[in-house]
């Protein structure tokens, strides 16, 4: 029996500098539960019963730590001195018997001893932790208000959990912010590690290569926690950080996204070409992260030509991002007569012109099959006689000022649109004729 107390108070097996959550929870009866020995003293006691430590580093004696993985689902242990170790993920069925597993986005069930989770859609936290001496369990998704939360990568600031889980012993606050408490004991439970969610790119549309040019992109991430301070992009065309195309170095600030070519870029992207990137972040201590790897089987996310990207590098698709083959269609049209009449015809004709892989940069005009056409009136009313060809005609049924749009397409399937100025509509003026008095 002394063993398996000491087992329970005493652990050496869990690591916590590898575990991602820390700080102190609270309990009216039982005071501090600590969820990574880094915030105690070696012997995993707090308040310090000692004024100094005699230099021996924390988590010597009591090792314990919580970690949320890449799945939401938590594991680890947490510690109070009365109640001692707090599983994460015990060995055992919860009382709801794994239907809290409803609210969980991955598997957390019975074949992964997984009896926690954390929901980002909703940033609610569900599921069951357990005293591993007593077996007594607490609910972390409890009806207690504010219910369990941690803020998402949305926020400005992720990774913070907040309101209470409840059990036999009274209610669990997360956040001396629950109840104002925070001037008498200031605690609270967060990720600390400096974290990514998702990595994307090139986050440059066709709307915005019509306008801007196609040779763009703007690397953008998200932090699933922890505080950036730096950060640096690295981008080549080979899948290796050594002799990259661009290395923007250190740049101070939380920015998220950097736009190249910009301000802090030099880097322009050549035509059809595949680029891999990587993203390097440091924290609130000026401490690096390993590089993040942009790659959409883990939490890059693919956001613009996609098709071209698996067509031009299928072996690595999934590790790239392709710039455009070239420059976009550049629609134009004019209109006769340029007063327009309700119910008659107004004759629309495009001079379009368009780019290809071989000139890149050198319009074209649209001949034969080289350019798709469509045409639009924001009034439906409106009768087109020839939608999809490069001249059609008009008729307006009423006088509501309106607009024609050309949409050009072409044979790589870049489309771009022209909106005309809004149209003045008029009636036709009666014809007067002149009778002779009689």
């Not at 690591?15 to 929870?25: F, K, L, Q, T």
């Not at 109640?83 to 069930?109: E, K, V, W």
């Not at 036999?168 to 600390?192: P, Q």
């Not at 067509?311 to 629609?331: D, G, I, Q, S, V």
Request: net charge negative; proline share 6%.
């Amino acid at each position: 029996m002394a063993a398996l107390l000491l087992s329970a108070f005493f652990n050496s097996v869990n690591a916590s500098i590898d575990h991602n959550v820390r700080g102190r929870a609270y309990n009216p009866l039982y005071g501090l539960i600590s969820f990574n020995c880094l915030d105690d003293d070696f012997a995993g006691r707090f308040p310090f019963v000692f004024t100094f430590r005699f230099n021996v580093p924390p988590c010597s004696l009591s090792q314990h730590g919580v970690h949320l993985d890449m799945d939401n689902n938590f594991s680890g242990e947490a510690w109070n001195p009365v109640l001692g170790f707090i599983d994460m993920a015990p060995n055992a069925t919860p009382p709801d018997n794994y239907a809290f597993n409803t609210n969980c986005l991955n598997q957390c069930d019975a074949g992964n001893d997984c009896t926690s989770c954390y929901n980002e859609v909703d940033q609610r936290v569900y599921g069951w932790a357990r005293v591993i001496v007593d077996g007594r369990w607490i609910e972390l998704n409890s009806s207690i208000v504010p219910q369990t939360t941690m803020t998402n990568y949305m926020a400005p600031q992720p990774g913070i959990f907040s309101g209470y889980a409840s059990s036999s012993f009274g209610a669990i606050s997360f956040n001396c912010s629950n109840d104002s408490s925070c001037f008498t004991e200031e605690y609270k439970v967060w990720l600390w590690k400096l974290e990514l969610r998702e990595m994307s790119a090139p986050n440059w549309s066709f709307g915005e290569a019509c306008t801007g040019g196609a040779r763009k992109a703007v690397f953008k991430w998200l932090r699933r926690s922890g505080v950036q301070t730096s950060y640096r992009v690295v981008v080549n065309t080979v899948n290796s950080t050594s002799s990259p195309v661009f290395d923007s170095g250190k740049l101070s600030g939380s920015a998220a996204q950097l736009v190249c070519p910009g301000p802090l870029c030099a880097f322009t992207p050549a035509y059809n070409t595949s680029y891999y990137w990587w993203l390097q972040l440091w924290n609130e201590n000026d401490q690096p992260t390993e590089y993040f790897q942009f790659n959409i089987n883990t939490f890059g996310v693919l956001t613009d030509n996609i098709a071209g990207n698996a067509a031009a590098n299928p072996a690595n698709a999934n590790f790239t991002f392709t710039a455009y083959r070239h420059e976009f269609p550049t629609p134009y049209f004019t209109w006769s007569p340029f007063e327009i009449l309700v119910g008659t015809s107004t004759e629309f004709v495009s001079s379009s012109t368009y780019y290809t892989t071989a000139q890149p940069t050198t319009a074209q005009p649209c001949v034969g099959l080289a350019c798709q056409y469509q045409w639009t009136a924001s009034d439906p009313s409106a009768q087109i006689q020839a939608s999809t060809s490069a001249t059609t005609s008009i008729i307006f049924a009423n006088i509501l000022p309106q607009t024609v749009t050309l949409s050009v397409t072409d044979t790589d399937l870049y489309t771009c649109s022209m909106t005309s100025q809004v149209l003045t509509i008029n009636y036709q003026l009666p014809i007067w004729k002149e009778v002779k008095a009689e």
